[in-house]
């Protein structure tokens, strides 16, 4: 059976080296305080090397030949693990690749660039093609990708978020200064810690939308009581590119979900409608999705720059017996706003009923 030959560091600086069947399990152990004596009053402790051998006597043979070595040569040896598993500790991880996680990985490459970014999913081969398009590493594994990152965006679904903890949480035992930012809708940030056990770090939360990836998202962020300013900062900083972010009480993240992270979704079919009824009245397709989806930014933007109430800009266009106000009568009766409210309230109660899992 494989056995392990690890080297830790010691909140001290000082090293340690020793033998595992699961180096991740014997470093939970040791930051616990029941490793050997000799870590016991240097807690935390990180892994910082890890060798794979056949079975135990060629790790322990291993093991007997790291510690004759001097510091400087054990450093060396460090180094060059680290290189090579590109252990290199980077800015921001990513565990999961799919819609959002996509979303936010391209946002955090153009804002603190490709090389500070590294990434993780499941489905290997799109983790592949993604670092491939943008220029950042793919780790491993999810333990990995924690290992290797500063902040650490957990991009996957509620009802998997749980196993996807509990997995971590022992190498979050061995990185007390690693930061954990969950986009999971409904999850709170008490029901994380729960899943993470003994191992202790500050968690925060986003809520992104997809528009993220070109820049014009709408994201919230949040905190538990042992974020800091620095850790909404280096959030923040890593998001820049992503759009506006806000930071709001943990108590508003679901209704805001509600809004803005479920919204698009909403937005994507009343774009189609009007193309579609453009082509009705003879528009080419093309071009009446164009009309349509660039009449939406614009007025948007008219909202957020005029500062002006969205039902006084509707007033300023519909002109008395005219054509715009009938076509207003005519969503009207069709409960149109009633709809729109009713879809963003069932948003918000599907999203409380993940977080109860």
């Known amino acids: 059976m494989a056995y392990w030959v690890y080297i830790l ?38 892994v910082v090397y890890r060798e794979r051998l056949p079975d135990k006597g060629a790790a322990l043979r291993r093991e007997y030949s790291i510690k004759q070595m001097s510091r400087q040569n054990k450093l060396a040896l460090m180094v060059s693990y680290q290189r090579k598993q590109e ?27 490709p090389d ?33 990152g500063e902040y650490v965006f957990l991009c996957v679904k509620p009802q998997v978020m749980e196993g996807v ?34 191992a202790d770090c500050p968690v925060l939360r986003i809520m992104p939308n997809t528009p993220a990836a070109i820049g014009m998202g709408m994201l919230a962020l949040t905190g538990g009581p042992d974020a800091s300013e620095d850790h909404y900062r280096g959030v923040e900083d890593i998001l820049a590119q992503a759009g506006r972010v806000e930071r709001l009480a943990e108590g508003q993240i679901d209704a805001f979900s509600a809004v803005a992270g ?33 009449m939406v930014l614009g007025s948007a933007a008219m909202v957020l720059e ?7 800009l509707k007033d300023e266009v519909c002109s008395p017996g005219g054509s715009t106000i009938a076509g207003v009568a005519a969503l009207e009766a069709r409960a149109f706003r009633s709809a729109a409210i009713e879809a963003v309230e069932a948003a918000y109660r599907r999203t409380v009923e993940l977080g109860k899992g």
């Open 87 to 113: 252990w290199v500790v980077k800015k921001a991880a990513f565990i999961g690749t799919g819609n959002m996680g996509g979303a936010l990985i391209e946002a955090a490459c153009k804002a603190i660039g």
């Open 165 to 198: 903890v509990k997995e971590l949480a022992p190498v979050v035992a061995e990185r007390p200064g690693v930061v954990l930012v969950t986009i999971a809708a409904g999850l709170t940030i008490a029901t994380l810690r729960q899943w993470l056990g003994g």
């Open 116 to 148: 500070q970014v590294i990434i993780t999913d499941r489905d290997s081969q799109r983790a592949n093609a993604l670092a491939q398009r943008l220029g950042c590493t793919v780790a491993a594994d999810n333990c990995a990708a924690l290992r290797a």
């Open 9 to 46: 560091r010691c909140a001290d600086g000082t090293l340690y080296t020793g033998t595992a069947a699961d180096v991740d399990k014997r470093a939970a152990v040791h930051n616990r305080g029941k490793g050997a004596k000799y870590t016991r009053s240097r807690l935390p402790v990180t």
């Open 306 to 312: 005029s500062g002006k109430h969205p039902g006084q």
């Open 262 to 294: 479920c919204g698009p979704a909403f937005l994507y079919p009343f774009i189609e409608a009007l193309a579609d009824g453009g082509v009705k009245v003879g528009l080419p397709r093309q071009q009446a999705l164009v009309y349509a989806a660039q």
